[in-house]
Nanobody
Framework: QVQLVESGGGLVQPGGTLTLSCAASGNIFSMNKMGWYRQVPGKERELVALINSVATTNYADSVKGRFTISRISAKNTVSLEMNGLKPEDTGVYYC?????????????WGQGTLVTVSS
């Protein structure tokens, strides 16, 4: 079994900075990709940023140039540094991992952490 533990959400003023972190633990043989999605009420969950096993990154257009995703492979940990935050960045941010256990490929989600951008 694999678990994702997120941290770092909270309230921040527009233009501010927050860093989210996510640590994966459990029966992990190899990690394909990790990243973050976000969701607001009434809307579908959307991609924010992903990083794969060779450090290739993928960002939503709305966050390019403001958010940076990084990964510590040895610790199966991913961080998302969010700069220049805007009110429209508000939402629940979910950590996502696509990985192999010793027997199968699985996709795992964290419990979500709330980010609120407001003055």
């Amino acid at each position: 079994q694999v678990q994702l533990v997120e941290s770092g959400g909270g309230l921040v003023q527009p233009g501010g900075t927050l860093t989210l972190s996510c640590a994966a633990s459990g029966n992990i043989f190899s990690m394909n990709k990790m990243g973050w999605y976000r969701q607001v009420p009434g809307k579908e969950r959307e991609l924010v940023a992903l990083i794969n096993s060779v450090a290739t990154t993928n960002y939503a257009d709305s966050v390019k140039g403001r958010f940076t995703i990084s990964r510590i492979s040895a610790k199966n940990t991913v961080s998302l540094e969010m700069n220049g935050l805007k009110p429209e960045d508000t939402g629940v941010y979910y950590c996502h991992a696509d990985l192999w256990t010793d027997v199968e490929n699985v996709v795992v989600w964290g419990q979500g952490t709330l980010v609120t951008v407001s003055s």
